[in-house]
């Protein structure tokens, strides 16, 4: 990513490797399952405890891995860490309830886990969502079997050697490595019980196709174009800070970005001068510099895809604000990396190509909007629904728009903070399911019910 060159080799896991991975997972559920929430809760605690303790050589890791400026990286794996202590939380007081029946018999509801869940994470956030994914998975007592993108496969690995340092039962975080073929070996193996996966649209659509030959549940964290709306009365240099963090974090390669910017046009200008100029400011480079804000994308076919897009608005009418160019590093180790200077596209129009698709690059489009009303229609007309965010001092406004934005995760006056106490996920076809929150629990377990009679059994034969 940084320097194009191999940072190593691993060999893909096939149909024989991923069997393993399940059968082991399988075993060491059987173990995990039995204990306690607070048993559980106390290695939990333990693999965050490593995890906070070793923050600055995982971060490092990640950033090798992916390509983000290690600024980035150390917030992702603070974020991963308190994933695994707010789960640690939670495993102690997960409960069923207890009903009272007529005649003194009475019902009850236990909560218990699936199985051996299979987790598939995306490149743009490697430990952090094989995090989001676990955290939550073992709180409830699962196993779970985690297959990385074969972009970033390193430092999922260096999670399992965490979480088997802090005393789970061996196997019960498994990691299998591979691209498409491992992924369907996994959706069709018959002892997983649930798929949790990240990424694109259509391999979200054809794991939920393999899932659905075995009934298996799915949670769906897919693509997304979310628009972000700045309206006239917001305070300028909140929105500008908004607009960079919504659309320029990990090089763009966000899946809830905000890459619409719609700004009210008694601003349109004055916004636009600003971002421009706070963008052409954003240091490019070697992603383990300190004062690095925008590091490298992922390889070289995605930064073909990004400038094909930027190419094609281009095209379309689109105006080139500032940067889209490639950025060549003065550290001649780093000349075949895959940077490119972020770029602000303007003169937009909603019928575009750069407004309609993900380009999961550094690319901002803004397109100016004169009313709320035609605003929050234009904002919904999309086939995604992953986020949306909103910038006003008007608080009425701002609950308003958000109520009536067709998205999973919106935001007020920010843009991109991604709690672990709040659930994450999409409406429409960005996804279904939650991630983070308390919301996960309900998609890493199951209602079992039970129903106890405490006189004679009456018999209408």
Known sequence: TCSGRVISKLLCSGEKEVDLAVQSAKAAFKVWSQLSGMERSRVLLEAARIIREQRDEIATLETINNGKSIFEARVDIDISWQCLEYYAGLAGSLAGEHIQLPGGSFGYTRREPLGVCVGIGAWNYPFQIACWKSAPALACGNAMVFKPSPFTPISVVRLAEIFTEAGVPKGLFNVVQGGVATGQFLCHHPDVAKISFTGSVPTGVKIMEMAA???KPVTLELGGKSPLIIFSDSVLENAVNGALMANFLTQGEVCCNGTRVFVQREILEAFTKEVVKRTQKIKVGDPLLEDTRMGALINRPHLDRVQGFIKQAK???AKVLCGGDLYVPDDPKLKNGYYMRPCVLGNCTDDMTCVKEEIFGPVMSILPFDTEEEVVERANNTKFGLAGGVFTRDIQKAHRVVAALKAGMC???????????????????????????RAAIEYYSQLKTVCVEMGDVESVF
């Open 213 to 215: 030959k075995g009934i």
């Open 315 to 317: 095209e379309q009418g």
């Open 411 to 437: 935001f007020i006056n920010n843009y991109n903070i991604s709690p672990v106490e709040l659930p994450f996920g999409g409406y429409k076809s960005s996804g279904f399911g939650r991630e983070n929150g």
